[in-house]
Structures are given as C-alpha cells and as structure tokens.
C-alpha cells in the first residue's frame, strides 16, 4: 500500500464497517474498535495527541493500526491463525467467519499490548 493510501485507508474502512456492522454479525469487542477505527492504543495515534514522544513499536517500525495487523513480526503467532497471506482489509467484512477472526485477534493481541505497557511502565517507575 502507497503512502497517499495510508491515512485514508481506516476512514474508508470504518465507514464501510459500521454500514455492514448494522445487525447483522457479531458486536464490535472494545478492541476490535480501536483496530478498525484506527481510534486506540497505537503510537502514532498517541504521539498526534502528544501523549507519548515515540511512535514506533516495539520492533522499531512505525506503530499504526495496519502495522499491527498485517506488518508487526510481535504478533506473527497471532496472526497466523487467521492471516495466512496479504490482502484488502476488506475480506474481513466479508462473512461472519472472517469478522470473528479479526475480533479474536484483535482482543488477544491489544490486550497483549496492554499488559506489556503497562509492565514497560512498572519498570520505569522503579528505575
Ligand atoms: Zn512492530
């Protein structure tokens, strides 16, 4: 994906999601939102409203939502379950399956990412 695709690429989703969302399959889980909306607990989005100074992940690259969905090696287990090859963010909307796939990994991965945060914390207050 080019660099003009990136920062319209979760609007774009988004907008799309909540007209599929609208009855028909499962609830959004509080992490799978943060995936789709781009609206979460990923660097770049937290450096834009200066809450951290770092947008890079832990692997070094840059922290955005598709970072961690399709990019990050951190979450190569994760994602393996259910992303065996690249493709549009879109088939995730096209079946429940698909949708249900995308919440499980969303919920285990940010939740990961919560308590490793924190711990990060931890040890800085103790240093
Ligand atoms: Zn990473």
Redesign the pocket.
């Known amino acids: 994906m080019g660099n003009s695709m990136k920062g319209r690429w979760t609007y774009t989703f988004w907008k799309e999601v909540r007209v599929r969302l609208k009855g028909i399959w499962v609830e959004p889980s509080y992490y799978v939102t943060q995936i789709l909306s781009g609206h979460g607990n990923f660097k770049e989005k937290l450096k834009s409203f200066g809450l951290v100074e770092e947008d890079k ?5 840059k ?1 955005t939502t598709q ?2 969905l399709e ?4 979450w190569k287990e994760e994602r393996a379950e259910f992303l065996k090859e690249k493709s549009s963010i879109h088939k995730y909307l096209i079946s429940k399956e698909w949708f249900t796939n995308l919440v499980n990994f969303a919920n285990k991965v940010m939740l990961k990412k919560e308590e490793e945060d924190l711990l990060e914390e931890d040890r800085e207050d103790s240093d």
């Open positions: 992940c832990k692997c070094g690259r922290e970072h961690i990019e990050c090696d951190r």
